[in-house]
T-cell receptor
Framework: AQRVTQPEKLLSVFKGAPVELKCNYS??????LFWYVQYSRQRLQLLLR??SRESIKGFTADLNKGETSFHLKKPFAQEEDSAMYYC???????FGKGNQVVVIP | KAGVTQTPRYLIKTRGQQVTLSCSPI?????VSWYQQTPGQGLQFLFE???????NKGNFPGRFSGRQFSNSRSEMNVSTLELGDSALYLC??????????????FGAGSRLTVL
């Protein structure tokens, strides 16, 4: 079964500091992983997917098969990054429990 | 094109009642998934429908049920409501391989409060 784990529920960082959200997966076969974001009073939406290998809003996520991880990173956090972030596998059955990110001005 | 539409947006029920929530997916999307979102548990998968067939089901009691119609619209029903059913219920649709079959587009949700 495809499973993901997000170990930290709440992450507070200062503006301009790096932010890293951890996501570990357990998978059989080739994983396809996503990060979704939910800003305050907005819909849950796709942030990025690993196969696109692109940077969205300054965020990147690299699939590390050796560590079975798909951590989300941004070198300099901005206040508008405050949101709820979810890691999810392609089978959409098992979202992680989410990370609440608070960027302190 | 129009996004995923969920109705009603807010509703209040009492214990023991039942509720039906509706979801209209993006035009052309045939897969609809339902989730329960709570602060403590995050997003929990309820079920997924594709072409009127339930493709997957999460670990929820039988009080939770759903269906999908030929136009891909979906409904979920919760019978004999309990206080713990208070949550935001999210619907998401996904499309073809070309548009990203595994990418979910979410609705705004239906906020259910059980008193």
């Amino acid at each position: 079964a495809q499973r993901v784990t997000q170990p930290e529920k709440l992450l507070s960082v200062f503006k301009g500091a790096p932010v890293e959200l951890k996501c570990n997966y357990s998978y059989s076969g080739s994983p396809e992983l996503f990060w979704y974001v939910q800003y305050s009073r907005q819909r849950l939406q796709l942030l990025l997917r690993h196969i696109s290998r692109e940077s969205i809003k300054g965020f990147t996520a690299d699939l590390n098969k050796g560590e079975t991880s798909f951590h989300l990173k941004k070198p300099f956090a901005q206040e508008e990054d405050s949101a709820m972030y979810y890691c999810a596998p392609s089978n959409r059955l098992a979202f992680g429990k989410g990370n609440q990110v608070v960027v302190i001005p | 094109k129009a996004g995923v539409t969920q109705t009603p947006r807010y509703l209040i029920k009492t214990r023991g009642q039942q509720v039906t929530l509706s979801c209209s997916p993006i035009s052309g999307h045939r897969s609809v998934s339902w989730y329960q979102q709570t602060p403590g548990q995050g997003l929990q998968f309820l079920f997924e429908y594709f072409s009127e067939t339930q493709r997957n089901k999460g670990n929820f009691p039988g009080r939770f049920s759903g269906r999908q119609f030929s136009n891909s619209r979906s409904e979920m029903n919760v019978s004999t409501l309990e206080l713990g059913d208070s949550a935001l219920y999210l619907c998401a649709s996904s499309g073809t391989v070309v548009s990203g079959a595994n990418v979910l587009t979410f609705g705004a949700g239906s906020r259910l409060t059980v008193l």
